[in-house]
């Protein structure tokens, strides 16, 4: 599994524009299931469209749609009222006053 910096970088490569899940994951390492909708979005297109892209494109977009669906399942299904969620979940500053 790649690690969340890896994530961050991949993200960089397909988000949708400066108010996307994907750009927050990249820009502040938050992440939400809307993250993993819309690189699941991507894969989509990739896959539909490979003519256009390559098979790292496809590689590199499984990878993190294989991350985000474990940082959710992990922490997020598994610990719904949990107040010691990894920082890179939510971004910084979650559990502050």
Same mark, same amino acid.
């Given at each position: 599994?790649?690690? $969340?910096?890896? *994530?961050?970088?991949?993200? *960089?490569? +397909?988000?949708?524009?400066? !108010?996307?899940? =994907?750009?927050? =994951? ?8 809307? #993250?993993?909708?819309?690189? /699941?979005?991507? =894969? $989509? &297109?990739? #896959?539909?469209?490979?003519?256009? @892209? /390559? +098979? ?5 977009? /499984?990878? =993190?749609?294989?991350? &985000?669906? $474990?940082?959710?399942?992990? !922490?997020? #299904? ?9 920082? @890179?979940? @939510?971004?910084?500053?979650? !559990?502050?006053?």
């Amino acid at each position: 599994m790649i690690s $969340h910096s890896e *994530a961050r970088m991949i993200a *960089a490569d +397909w988000h949708g524009g400066q !108010w996307s899940p =994907l750009y927050a =994951l990249s820009s502040s390492g938050a992440i939400s299931s809307d #993250a993993a909708r819309e690189a /699941t979005k991507m =894969l $989509h &297109l990739v #896959a539909c469209n490979l003519e256009d @892209y /390559t +098979w790292e494109d496809e590689e590199s977009l /499984t990878s =993190l749609c294989d991350f &985000l669906d $474990h940082a959710e399942n992990t !922490w997020c #299904a598994e610990n719904p009222d949990a107040e010691d969620f990894p920082e @890179y979940l @939510y971004g910084p500053g979650k !559990w502050e006053d």
